[in-house]
C-alpha cells in the first residue's frame, strides 16, 4: 500500500489525505461488487460487473433474469443500506470523538442508541395496545418510526439537561448520556420481561441488528442518513478549531455553542435513522474513525469523509460475512461486527500503547 501511494503521488502531485480517499473509495467500490456476488446463490464477478455495467448503459444485453433480480431485488437493496448506514455510524463517531475529546466516544455515547432502541422494543411488544386497530395500519413504518422518535427525545433530553447558563458542558452531556443510556436499557429490559414468546424473539433478533430492511419504509431513515452525513462532512475545519480549546476556537470565530448544538443534534438524528433502519450495530463509529486516522492523519476535513467511506465500506463487509458463514441460514449483523470489531479494536490500542512507549 505505501510503495502504491508513493508511485501514484510521483506520477501526481496529489496531498497524501486526498490520495487516501481515493483508494479508500475505491476500496468501498470492490468490497461493493464482491458483496454483490456472495450469498446463497453465488454469482460470479463477471456477471455482477456485467450486470452492473448493463444497468449503466455500457453493455446492451444483461445476464440470465435469475441472476439480474437476486441483484436487483435482494443484493443490491440491502447493500445499500450498508453503505448509507455504514457511513452514518462511521462519521457521527469521529464528530463524537472529536466534540468530546474522547478516543473511545462512538454514536451511542449520549443514549441515543439505547432510546432507540426503546422506542422500536416498545412498539414491538405494547404496540397493539397503544394503537389498538391503527397498529395493523401503521405496518411496517411502526418499528422505524418508534426507534427514530426514541432517538429525538433522548437528543431534547440531553440538549435541556446539559445547558446552562446559556452554555453547553461537554463533560455534563456525556455523563448526562451515561445515565439516558442506563434508563434506556432499563427500559429495553422491562419490555423484554413482558413480551410473549413471538415478541421476544422478534425483539432479540432487532437487537442484533439486520440489513434486510422493510422496503420503501425505510427510505425515509435513509434519505435523513444520507442529509445528515452530508452536513456532518461540511464541520471539518470548525471541528479542527474545536480540538484547540474552546476558548481559542471562539477566538478563531467559531460559534462554539451552535457548533456544537449542531453537530449533536444531526449525529444524533443520523444515528436514530440507523438504529430505526437496521437496530444496534456495534464498533463501526468506534473503529472506522480509528483506522481513518492511521493514515490520513489528525486533520478533520479528511477524517470525517475518510470515517464515511471506511464505516460503508466495514459495514458491507460484513453483511457479505454474515450471509455467507452460517448458510443456509444469516448471522445478524450485529454479531459479526461485534465479533470481528472487538478484538480488532483491542489490537489497535495494543499497538497504540506500545507505539507510545517506544
Not at 490520495?19 to 446463490?41: D, F, K, Q, R, Y
Not at 447493500?79 to 462512538?106: C, E, H, K, T, Y
Not at 431534547?156 to 458542558?169: K, N
Not at 452525513?229 to 471562539?250: I, K
Request: overall charge positive; charged content about 15%.
Amino acid at each position: 500500500m505505501k510503495q502504491m501511494v508513493a508511485s501514484l503521488q510521483e506520477s501526481m502531485p496529489i496531498r497524501r489525505p486526498v490520495m487516501m480517499l481515493i483508494l479508500m473509495g475505491l476500496g468501498l467500490l470492490a468490497v461493493t461488487v464482491v458483496s454483490l456476488g456472495m450469498g446463497g446463490a453465488k454469482i460470479n464477478l463477471a456477471d455482477v460487473i456485467h450486470h452492473m455495467g448493463h444497468r449503466i448503459g455500457i453493455w446492451p444485453t444483461g445476464i440470465d433474469d435469475f441472476n439480474a433480480r437476486i441483484l436487483d431485488s435482494l443484493r443490491l437493496p440491502r447493500i445499500v443500506r450498508a453503505i448509507v448506514i455504514g457511513a452514518g455510524l462511521g462519521l457521527a463517531g469521529a464528530v463524537m470523538q472529536s466534540l468530546f475529546r474522547n478516543p473511545i466516544a462512538d454514536p451511542g455515547i449520549i443514549g441515543v442508541s439505547a432510546s432507540a432502541a426503546l422506542g422500536a422494543v416498545a412498539m414491538i411488544v405494547a404496540g397493539h395496545l397503544v394503537l389498538g386497530s391503527y397498529y395493523a395500519v401503521v405496518g411496517p413504518y411502526g418499528v422505524p418510526v418508534a426507534a427514530f422518535a426514541g432517538a429525538v427525545v433522548a437528543t431534547a433530553l440531553v440538549r435541556i439537561l446539559s445547558r446552562q447558563d446559556g452554555h453547553t458542558d461537554a463533560a455534563i452531556m456525556l455523563l448526562i448520556g451515561v445515565a439516558i443510556n442506563a434508563i434506556a436499557f432499563a427500559g429495553v429490559g422491562v419490555f423484554t420481561y413482558m413480551a410473549d414468546d413471538a415478541q421476544l424473539r422478534s425483539l432479540t433478533f432487532w437487537q442484533m441488528g439486520a440489513l434486510s430492511g422493510n422496503g420503501p419504509a425505510d427510505a425515509p431513515a435513509l434519505i435523513i442518513m444520507a442529509l445528515g452525513a452530508a452536513y456532518l462532512v461540511s464541520l471539518g475545519t470548525s471541528l479542527n478549531l474545536f480540538l484547540l480549546g474552546e476558548a481559542e476556537a471562539r477566538h478563531l470565530g467559531v460559534e462554539v455553542e451552535n457548533l456544537k448544538r449542531r453537530a449533536t443534534v444531526v449525529t444524533a438524528l443520523v444515528v436514530g435513522a440507523a438504529v430505526a433502519v437496521s437496530g444496534i450495530i456495534g464498533f463501526v463509529g468506534l473503529v472506522a474513525p480509528h483506522l481513518v486516522r492511521l493514515v490520513t492523519g489528525p486533520d478533520n476535513r479528511y477524517v470525517l469523509p475518510a470515517s464515511a467511506i471506511c464505516g460503508a465500506a466495514i459495514l458491507t463487509g460484513a453483511d457479505a460475512v454474515a450471509r455467507i458463514i452460517v448458510l443456509p441460514a444469516e448471522l445478524p449483523i450485529g454479531l459479526v461486527t461485534g465479533i470481528v470489531g472487538g478484538p480488532f479494536f483491542l489490537c489497535l490500542l495494543l499497538r497504540e500503547k506500545k507505539r507510545r512507549r517506544i
